[in-house]
């Protein structure tokens, strides 16, 4: 049934989970005469709840810190407690109960419950992922750990090593791929890939990349495609900011090594598009900028096989992004229109590349880069030129060797704007869904901001990981290269 099973790792990768999920569920149809564009299989698991009646639960395994899941609790209206050993029988001495109070549920998830009206959601009433989320979760999807505590200053998960001795740890007294993963795979009939959102920037990377090399070992062939965030820097003190920028290095360099696919995202420190108007403090803001491009850029792999909105595998996209074999990192670029026709200079652009990303302003070196692969996903989005529509339509049968592999997927469905969606986008803000486009993409351009990347963090590692990871960035660089068409041997020393 095409499926795909989702990991979500860390406070930033749920919020934006959480917007994907909340726009999942709103593609639900309910009478008999309404027919969904969305094959609900890929994402969805059926099952049978504690009174008997079907249940259909998103197909994800969670992860969050000790306090990062909020009010959520593993037991819903759904499911019962799994009955557990009492005291008695463990401990026959005497016994003190040390119970911590309960987070409250958000009036938000109140409103839910009982089915009424749902207050505005606003950046203060928003504390925790699950404050906004509209769907129930499986018990065995709820992973806590309990290690580490969310926002602590005492010991916090900031480190890329503390992520990966964190997994060695778990991963050696509970097998956590086979007590965590297998359940949703077993349930399967054929499975199209692995979809990961975690952090880079902290701890998250080290744990995603063990966790991957452990799901690489179980599923060879496998499609594992990686949406690697970075949280905001934005008034945070230096040296936070190149401990940040430490761990992208770190992650991006381990995950290349093992998922298809790599893509970052982040949002421009500066200069944001008119339009767009967020808090880049607000992990409710962040991620549902994130979550919009990911839900577009991946709808062609949950399309219905009947619909005309030709139905794809995240697979296929990933051979498209990659036809060199050696190309797992792709960029993401993104175009909101308020209408179907809007005009060009109306629609808000963003661009959530921002690796190597330079502070200094000057003329970029490569104005029309050598594209590889792009994969071109629309929803009630005209092209801005006819010209490049027919260049498209014109490339989607690869005729030459060396040449760029493109692939357009178009489809009437928009982008919903639900009362879980906060208004970042001030010129839809009226609207309940709108026109979307991104632009998934691999070209010589990465290769310069691969080796800013590998110059910045060059001076801030040890001497012990310098040589590995400058060598690992070198090589990732070297694959976005064409020496035969730079025409300029500028910069070849810096591999």
Not at 22 to 42: P, R
Not at 258 to 263: D, R
Not at 349 to 371: A, C, M, T, W, Y
């Amino acid at each position: 049934m095409r499926e795909i099973i989702t990991l979500q790792l860390g406070q930033l990768s749920n919020y934006t989970a959480t917007h994907f999920w909340n726009a999942q569920e709103s593609y639900f149809t309910y009478a008999a005469d309404e027919q969904s564009l969305i094959d609900h299989n890929v994402h969805w698991r059926p099952g049978v709840g504690v009174d008997g009646a079907e249940t259909f639960l998103p197909r994800t395994v969670i992860y969050d810190l000790k306090g990062g899941f909020g009010s959520l609790r593993k037991i819903n209206a759904m499911y019962e407690p799994e009955s557990a050993a009492h005291p008695d029988a463990l401990w026959s001495g005497p016994s003190v109960v040390h119970k911590q109070q309960p987070i409250a549920a958000s009036s938000y998830q109140q409103s839910l419950d009982a089915g009424t009206e749902a207050p505005k959601l606003t950046k203060s009433t928003v504390r925790y992922w699950s404050d906004f989320s509209r769907v129930f979760f499986h018990p065995r999807s709820l992973v806590q750990l309990y290690d580490f505590e969310l926002n602590s200053t005492t010991m916090p998960f900031e480190r890329f090593a503390m992520g990966t001795e964190l997994f060695n740890t778990l991963d050696r007294e509970h097998e956590l791929v086979d007590r965590d993963w297998r359940p949703f795979a077993e349930e399967c009939d054929q499975m199209q890939g692995i979809q990961v959102f975690t952090t880079t920037d902290d701890a998250w990377g080290g744990f995603a990349s063990s966790y991957i090399e452990s799901l690489r070992d179980e599923y060879p062939k496998t499609c594992i495609w990686v949406w690697g965030l970075q949280s905001p820097m934005l008034d945070k003190p230096r040296s936070k900011r190149q401990l940040g920028l430490v761990n992208t290095a770190h992650s991006i360099d381990q995950l290349c090594t093992q998922a298809t696919t790599v893509v970052p995202l982040a949002l421009p420190e500066a200069d944001l598009p008119a339009g767009v108007s967020l808090d880049a403090r607000s992990a409710w803001h962040t991620s549902a900028a994130f979550a919009a491009a990911i839900e577009t850029a991946t709808l062609p792999s949950r399309m219905t096989q009947s619909s005309d909105s030709q139905p794809s595998t995240i697979d296929y996209l990933a051979e498209c992004l990659n036809p060199a074999g050696n190309q797992p990192l792709a960029s993401l670029q993104a175009s909101v229109a308020s209408t179907t026709d809007s005009s060009e200079d109306s629609r808000i652009d963003l661009d959530f590349f921002q690796i190597g990303r330079s502070d200094r302003r000057g003329p970029q070196r490569d104005r029309s880069p050598k594209v590889f692969g792009q994969v071109l996903s629309r929803r009630a989005f005209e092209s801005q030129q006819e010209e490049e529509q027919e260049e498209l339509e014109g490339s989607q049968g690869r005729q030459l060797i060396g040449s760029p592999v493109v692939r357009r997927y178009e489809t009437p469905l928009k982008f919903p704007l639900l009362d879980s969606y906060p208004h970042i986008f001030t010129q839809v803000a009226d609207q309940a869904d709108i026109g979307f486009e991104t632009n998934l993409c691999s070209n010589t351009s990465m290769a310069p901001r691969l080796k800013m990347l590998r110059s910045q963090v060059t001076r801030l590692i040890s001497l012990d990981e310098r040589e590995g990871l400058s060598n690992g960035l070198a090589e990732l660089a070297e694959a976005y290269r064409e020496d035969w068409s730079s025409g300029s041997d500028d910069d070849d020393d810096d591999l």
